[in-house]
């Protein structure tokens, strides 16, 4: 295994172990049938072509143990196993950065409008001097994709400290648990997606304002006062049905955040089927040679249970191999 390797499960006690040696009887005779394996795929190979030779072996052992019927294998990729949980939170923040990049869509689009609106006295212009409606489309798009590369730049940048802030104000105990978290960063994948989102939001929100700009009358634009005329109703329709869509993806937004906040009141005070006011837990795990004797180890926390009963204050005390919800054995 690599240098970085070490279980969850282990991190506290064994994250130093230079070679991990497995030793167990797996006769199902002495065994439960809830062991962890873990094994890699031939090259070539799906997991779902697995399945029916699995199912086969579970058969052979169920006839040559009867009191074992009814167990599988159950196969799951590990990095389902290890980070599968996050994904319904990540796919919901996914959405939620999603709306939040529609509405600055819909501002910059509402921007690029009054700014084509300022410029349709130029935009005229060129148009008398021979400009095609389809060059000055391409002039303005390219306006507008220079200014969502930079924009998209900049996130970059502001995700690259960002993501280099929050492992920084992780917590030490985080670094054990998941080896290798000190060097996370943004991904190509990421990057590319960026970049895709960058380019595709700057074509998409500034081609009305562009074909809008290239649809006037050069005649009317020149003549004095003609702006406010050829302004006309398209431009503030345009502009109207932006604002809405604002206010409709904030509302989203807003009803969303209001729910999830909810739900965190409501899970504050849920019923954990015991009292936690005023109690402590303390962790202990023991190093060294002096504690490889399992007497020694027994005895150890005797004693510790029995200074702590008698400390001023304290009701009642006890020692457990893990807390009630979180990592619960017994």
């Keep these: ?10 991190a506290f006690y064994f994250a130093g172990a230079d070679l991990w040696i497995a030793g167990l009887n797996l006769s199902p005779a002495d065994w439960g049938n809830d062991l962890l394996a873990i094994a890699r795929l031939s090259s070539g190979v799906a997991l779902k072509q697995v399945h029916p030779q699995l199912d086969t072996i579970a058969h052979r052992i169920e006839q040559q143990y009867p ?4 167990w599988r294998v159950g196969l799951v990729g590990l990095r389902d196993e290890v980070v599968g949980f996050t994904r319904p939170a990540l796919l919901l923040l996914f959405g939620a950065v999603t709306f939040v990049l529609l509405i600055a869509c819909a501002n910059l689009a509402n921007l690029l ?6 410029r349709e006295r130029e935009i005229s212009i060129r148009a008398a001097l021979g400009a095609t409606r389809t060059r000055l489309i391409r002039q303005l798009l390219a306006e507008n994709l220079l200014l969502s590369t930079l924009g998209g730049g900049l996130g970059v940048l ?8 929050l492992v920084g104000l992780s917590p030490a105990i985080l670094f054990k648990l998941a080896p290798g978290l000190d060097r996370s960063g943004i991904n190509t994948g990421v ?3 960026t970049f895709v989102i960058a380019v595709g939001t700057g074509l998409l929100f500034g081609l009305a304002p562009a074909r809008g700009s290239s649809k006037s009358d050069p005649n009317e634009s020149l003549k004095e006062g003609g702006r406010s005329s050829t302004e006309g109703s ?3 329709r345009l502009r109207s049905l932006l604002v809405t869509c604002e206010f409709a993806l904030a509302l989203v937004l807003l009803t969303g955040a209001g729910l999830m906040t909810k739900t965190l009141l409501a899970l504050g005070h849920l019923d ?9 837990t303390l962790r202990v795990p023991l190093f060294g040679s002096r504690y490889q004797d399992p007497e020694h180890r027994v005895g150890f926390f005797r004693e510790l249970l029995a200074r702590i009963e008698a400390l001023p204050g304290v009701q009642s ?6 807390l009630p919800i979180d990592g619960w054995s017994g």
């Excluded at 954990?272 to 402590?280: C, I, Q, R, S, T």
């Design 1 to 10: 295994m690599p240098a970085s390797f070490s279980p969850h499960y282990t």
């Design 67 to 70: 009191n074992h019927i009814g």
């Design 113 to 118: 409008l009054a700014r084509g609106a300022s």
């Design 158 to 165: 502001l995700a690259a400290l960002g993501t280099r802030a």
């Design 191 to 193: 990057l590319l997606y």
């Design 234 to 236: 398209r431009g503030h």
């Design 272 to 280: 954990l089927g015991f009292n936690p006011k005023n109690v402590l």
């Design 317 to 322: 005390a006890s020692l457990s191999r893990g």
